[in-house]
């Protein structure tokens, strides 16, 4: 047949762009820190997940430079074949000890864990109930399996125990999946009630805390330590790529879920492990949430000053209770209006537009960073409560 | 374009309709929208004065009191559409006098008239108007009337295009109309905008055969499209996809195929509406849209079925399952548009063994769901607790809230 086997490649790109809807991510010149330079200007950056600014870490980053000198560059295969290294062993016994959970597994990224790991704890016959919002990565591994899937209202446990008394009697495993902080909004799931619930149906329980790692918590252990409950969250997920600062996907619970999963999740097996200066940043980033309290303190002193300031000037900011903070906007283009103006001024913040949210719910996505000082808050504050008076928000 | 399914093997981005991203603008979609607009002018005309519509009675409205307001309606819809839509890219098309012209006039837009109307404007108006409109290749139709208007516009365009009917009529049973005229040009800029996509709705009236009996009964007429906001799934970071309706179907169509090749022995019965019509067609069947069909083990077994031959079909199998749609907004699972689907039928029917299936944008739209099979018992028992499970997507599916 004559065809043309490349062509879709740049029609399809240039259907997106026709619409605006290509990725166009700005340059970083430089670390990611609380104040960096994207594209030539400094900016106060409120977009990026590194909450505890431990990316920028002296110690993190030292051991990163040892692991290079003392293991090399990269890990050599695969960790089921020869890439099991010392490091990565002491990463996982580390995640274990932090999280208070009996073991647990380090995937390449919070994406490799939930796709590789989702659909091989439900199969035909099983239903997986999650949570309306759930972020992407979770919807994916859900998608990836054969189970049916039921979904609840966000954050509604009514409705959760309705959807979960009809399931009882049609399926032989029950698998309930949620967000621990979710991102868009920064409402944290009631786990506790969850849990709770999922026992009284015999339903197995999974938490993607990406966004409440190293944040929520004492000393920022997570969801489970948040609401008391460590340990009996049956799949606690998080992800090294947010407050830790480095990158790699976790999941901490029981011996038998280390077993399982690293036996039947396609993703992990079929990879290749960190390198060295990975895993052992990893582990240095837990060494600091262990012993030095006061990132994750400032990161809430940060948070809570300027959910105070943001909110006396008359912005509505949400059912938010974390550090990411969403000021409403109202219409898509307000959102788009007071994020330029921002930009001008030099704080960086995102507008979060339709269709991502509501047609009347767009807004600004601020997330704190402990590295912030009270200047650079009060710098961003002042270019928030003008932008705001100019687009007619406040 | 790639089936979801594909995409969702390669593990990437499975809802590849629209990827839009956070920091780009959207919506502006270039060049002119071209919208059509009917206004039926005596539309609503019965309501006030106690009759079941104007159709064909109009002089009786007249002599009893009744006074126009279609065109009140539709001046009261461009005002808040000037007010809240402030670009110039809309071409309007119309009928002349008061059927369009002379209300755009006076709202100040510009406007190509595609149809003069006779003297004493009548139902052949309208339907010429909606083939020239359909001809004219505008983008949507905003008509003025009610029911009986969205009937005849819609038996005209179909699904080819939308329509979106400012609400004047005496009934108004069809998903197509706005709340209030003045939410429906919020509806319209939406559509402009890009913002709200063309979904599938009923077009309902009075069963007029029944009304003569004495008999209040609304029925299922056709299926058209209008303005909605889209189902939203989020597939990767800050970034959601919008999935249309007919990509959501489609998944729900593959959901129900597994079924009937798991279940060789078992009889599927699909009762009327447009998205069981998708299903029927993705199974290979011949389907009419306000027809019962079944079919079993890989092949169609019966074609616009009435009760009759619906139970004689079900006599030959142990299982039966039902797949039936409800309708948009009034939620009728059965009892309306499906009477074949007898309490005698209903009851061979396991409950579990009702598939009810539905997009979860018109999910959404659709509080309560109700079961109206004339066996006041029988409803009961379906009811159940008061919750049922609808299939919203390949193997998904949603809680729905049930009258009991």
Request: proline share 4%; aromatic share 6%; with cysteine.
């Amino acid at each position: 047949m004559n065809r043309n086997p490349n062509g879709f490649l740049r029609e399809e790109y240039n259907a997106l762009v026709e619409k605006n809807f290509n990725w166009q991510p700005k340059t970083l010149e430089g670390p990611s820190a609380p104040v960096c330079k994207v594209e030539g200007k400094e900016v106060i950056m409120l977009c990026s997940n590194n909450y505890l600014n431990l990316s920028n870490h002296p110690k993190i980053k030292k051991a990163s430079i040892q692991a290079v000198k003392s293991h090399g560059a990269g890990s050599g295969s695969v960790r089921g074949i020869a890439g099991t290294m010392d490091l990565h062993l002491i990463a996982e016994e580390r995640v274990a000890k932090f999280k208070h959970t009996e073991a647990a597994l380090i995937y390449q990224t919070g994406f490799a864990a939930n796709a590789g790991l989702i659909p091989q704890l439900v199969d035909k016959g099983d239903i997986i109930i999650s949570d309306e919002l759930n972020h992407g990565s979770i919807i994916d591994g859900v998608r990836l399996s054969k189970a049916d899937k039921g979904v609840y209202k966000h954050c509604d446990m009514g409705e959760l125990e309705r959807v979960l008394k009809d399931a009882d009697s049609k399926y032989r495993r029950i698998l309930v999946i949620t967000d621990g902080v979710f991102s868009m909004d920064g409402d944290i799931a009631p786990a506790d009630e969850i849990v709770k619930l999922a026992q009284k149906y015999g339903a197995m329980t999974y938490v993607d805390d990406a966004h409440g790692e190293g944040v929520i918590g004492p000393d920022g252990r997570g969801v489970g330590a948040h609401f008391g409950i460590e340990g009996k969250i049956d799949v606690e997920m998080g992800t090294f790529s947010k407050a830790y600062g480095v990158v790699g996907g976790l999941i901490a619970g029981s011996h038998d879920l280390r077993n399982f999963a690293l036996n039947k999740s396609r993703t992990w097996l079929l990879s290749g492990s960190h390198p060295p200066a990975v895993a052992a940043a990893q582990i240095a980033a837990i060494d600091v949430l262990e012993k030095e309290p006061r990132h994750v303190k400032k990161l809430w002193t940060n948070t809570k000053y300027f959910k105070k300031q943001i909110k006396k000037m008359g912005f509505d900011t949400g059912n938010s209770t974390t550090p990411i903070t969403p000021i409403m906007c109202g219409e898509s283009a307000k959102a788009k209006e007071l994020s330029a103006f921002l930009f001008k001024e030099g704080v960086y913040a995102l507008p979060i537009v339709f269709p991502m949210v509501a047609r009347d719910k767009a807004r600004i996505r601020t997330m704190m960073n402990a590295g912030l000082k009270r200047e650079h808050l009060d710098k961003a504050l002042d270019a928030f409560e003008r932008g705001g008076k100019k687009c007619g928000i406040i | 374009m790639l089936k979801f399914r594909q995409g969702m093997l390669l593990g990437v981005c499975f809802f590849l309709t629209l990827c839009i991203i956070y920091f780009n603008d959207s919506g502006d979609w270039g060049g002119m929208m071209k919208v059509g607009f009917i206004v039926n002018p005596i539309a609503g005309m019965g309501g006030r004065v106690g009759l079941k519509g104007t159709d064909g009675v109009i002089e009786d409205a007249r002599e009893l009191g009744a006074v126009p307001i279609a065109g009140e309606h539709a001046a009261a819809m461009l005002a808040e559409l000037r007010r809240i839509y402030r670009n110039s890219d809309i071409q309007w098309f119309t009928c002349s006098g008061e059927m369009g012209a002379s209300i755009l006039e006076e709202a100040g837009y510009e406007h190509s008239i595609i149809h003069e109307t006779s003297a004493d404007t009548n139902r052949e108006d309208t339907l010429a108007a909606a083939r020239k409109l359909l001809e004219s290749r505008v983008d949507i139709i905003l008509f003025c009337g009610g029911d009986g208007t969205a009937r005849d516009i819609c038996s005209v365009i179909g699904r080819k295009i939308p329509m979106l009917g400012i609400p004047s009529g005496v009934k108004m049973h069809s998903g197509v109309f706005g709340i209030t005229p003045a939410k429906t040009a919020d509806v319209l800029a939406g559509f402009i905008a890009g913002e709200l996509k063309p979904a599938e709705v009923e077009i309902m009236d009075l069963d007029e055969g029944k009304y003569r009996q004495g008999e209040w009964v609304v029925r299922l007429y056709d299926s058209a499209l209008t303005p909605f906001e889209s189902t939203l799934v989020q597939s990767s970071k800050l970034m959601v996809t919008e999935a249309s309706d007919a990509d959501i179907i489609n998944e729900i169509a593959e959901y129900i195929e597994e079924l009937t090749k798991e279940e060789p022995e078992t009889l599927f019965i699909l009762g009327p509406g447009g998205t069981t019509e998708a299903i029927a067609k993705y199974l290979g069947m011949d389907k009419t849209i306000l027809g019962i069909d079944a079919f079993a083990a890989g092949s169609q077994v019966g074609k616009d079925l009435n009760e009759a031959a619906i139970l004689k079909l079900t006599n030959k199998y142990n299982k039966i399952k039902l797949i039936l749609s409800p309708i948009g907004s009034q939620g009728f699972v059965l009892g309306r548009g499906n009477l074949q689907l007898s309490p005698e039928v209903v009851r061979k029917v396991h409950r579990n063994d009702i598939l009810v299936v539905s997009t979860p944008a018109k999910l959404e739209r659709t509080p309560v769901l109700r079961f109206d099979t004339g066996d006041a018992e029988l409803d009961r028992s379906l009811a159940g607790s008061g919750w049922l499970s609808v299939v919203v997507s390949y193997r998904m599916f949603r809680l729905a809230k049930v009258q009991v």
